[in-house]
């Protein structure tokens, strides 16, 4: 059975950083496309970056480009998301996912495995 812990959230202020990592158990870990989604309090959970399976290809959402970076190990099973410069509204859970297909795709549907997420807080 695949699992996905995240870790790495908290509470900051803006401007700060934060790295959230998430590890990746029970699969096949090269052989995911990984990416990062949130949920702001109220709203729907949307996409925040995504990575392909040997890292050759990444992808944002524009609000948090240059701000983030995702990264994977594929040695180590995990995917990191480096995040700078934080705003209040980047305020969320973060959640962790995985999917077999080739490209990032910024849909939650194609991702079958997912994380139980990681509070992240930005106050101002």
């Known amino acids: 059975q695949v699992q996905l812990v995240e870790s790495g959230g908290g509470l900051v202020q803006a401007a700060d950083s934060l790295r959230l990592s998430c590890k990746v158990s029970?699969?096949?870990?090269?052989?995911?496309?990984m990416a990062w989604f949130r949920q702001a309090p109220g709203k729907e959970r949307k996409f925040v970056a995504g990575?392909?399976?040997?890292?050759?290809?990444?992808k944002y959402e524009d609000s948090v480009k240059g701000r983030f970076t995702i990264s994977r190990d594929n040695r180590k099973n995990t995917v990191d998301l480096q995040m700078n410069s934080l705003k209040p509204e980047d305020t969320a859970v973060y959640y962790c996912?995985?999917?077999?297909?080739?490209?990032?795709?910024?849909?939650?549907?194609?991702?079958?495995?997912w994380g139980q997420g990681t509070q992240v807080t930005v106050s101002s």
């Open positions: 996912a995985a999917t077999l297909r080739y490209s990032v795709v910024t849909d939650q549907q194609p991702y079958s495995y």
């Open positions: 029970g699969g096949t870990f090269w052989s995911y496309t």
């Open positions: 990575i392909t399976r040997n890292g050759d290809v990444t």
